[in-house]
């Protein structure tokens, strides 16, 4: 029993940086090593950028997946675990921020369970110096970070390095917004692919097709594809209105339980818009993503 345990080499934890048809390229203290899965992972799990392994180094210096560390969380799109952070991020401009979009990736987020949600808003060079200062402040009054940048100009870069230090921090955001572009800017070793807007339709060309983690400030940021839409689907109605934090002190309050907070009278909700206490573009955002939830359930039943 002693000698066919031996016979194995080593084994290190690590953490997968990405995945390319069977292979994961696992960070451990030893350097980058190319892994392969142990068979009776195959079917049952599935691992992605960010997961803590555990694998055993063979001698021809590749290694394999033994085992899987427990999840702290796990964003799904794209599939990322482990997240400390999201940086949600849009352009000033070209593309135009969609307020709907920007809401969808913030209840991803916030239904992920990511402990830290912010909002960079790149290509700040591209508007005015005074609206570039104020661009989505209403996000930032309900309380979502917001970091304005320019990856092209360099502004903005030491703030965004203070907020990575030592953290996993996702980049997701629309394509075209700049995310390959920030995280070259902030490390030219990267050398990540950058592509143009398209001129005609203002929209990215989905330059990146994969997540990926690289190491910097120590910790990891994570490049990944830019969405043109994120559905829904893990979402039930009822919940919702719990990721709009800044909903829930006026929740309670309502003439009808449960409340959907749409077509009923006397919703706390309802009035707190009216009173301009909650911010109407994001009220409108949850009634837009409720009915989405909605229509969804009569398409099954
Ligand atoms: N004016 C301006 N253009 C920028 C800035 N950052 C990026 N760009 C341009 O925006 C375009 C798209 O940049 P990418 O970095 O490929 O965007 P992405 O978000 O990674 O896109 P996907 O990988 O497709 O999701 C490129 O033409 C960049 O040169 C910026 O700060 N200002
Ligand atoms: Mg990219
Ligand atoms: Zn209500």
Request: with cysteine; glycine share 8%; aromatic share 8%.
């Amino acid at each position: 029993m002693m000698q066919t345990m031996e016979q194995g080499g080593a084994m290190l934890s690590g953490r997968v940086l990405r995945t390319q048809n069977s292979f994961f390229y696992v960070q451990t203290g030893q350097g980058v090593i190319d892994c392969k899965l142990r068979g009776r992972f195959k079917k049952k799990e599935l691992i992605c950028p960010g997961d803590r392994v555990e694998i055993q180094l063979l001698s021809d210096g590749t290694g394999v997946i033994e085992g899987l560390l427990e999840r702290q969380n796990l964003l799904k799109r794209p599939a990322v675990a482990n997240v400390d952070q999201v940086v949600l991020t849009f352009a000033a401009a070209q593309p135009d921020i969609h307020p709907l979009l920007l809401n969808r990736f913030l209840v991803l987020a916030e239904s992920s369970a990511i402990p830290h949600i912010l909002i960079c808003v790149n290509k700040i060079d591209l508007l005015p110096m005074e609206d570039g200062r104020t661009v989505l402040s209403d996000y930032e009054s309900i309380g979502y970070p917001v970091l304005r940048v320019s990856a092209e100009k360099g502004w903005g870069m030491d703030e965004l390095r203070r907020i990575l230090a030592g953290r996993t921090t996702v980049f997701s955001g629309p394509s075209g917004v700049g995310k390959s572009s920030l995280l070259n800017r902030l490390d030219t070793s990267f050398d990540l692919e950058v592509g143009r807007v398209s001129e005609k339709i203002k929209r990215g060309r989905h330059t990146t097709r994969l997540a990926r983690l690289f190491p910097c400030e120590g910790g990891y940021i994570v490049d990944t594809p830019g969405f043109s839409s994120i559905e829904m689907t893990d979402i039930e109605a009822s919940e919702l209105v719990h990721f709009f934090p800044e909903f829930a002190s006026h929740l309670g309050g309502c003439r009808f339980t449960p409340c959907t907070h749409s077509h009923e009278p006397q919703c706390s909700i309802k009035e707190a818009v009216e009173a301009g206490e909650l911010f109407r573009e994001r009220y409108e955002a949850y009634l837009s993503l409720l009915d989405e939830i909605e229509t969804r359930k009569k398409d099954y039943s």
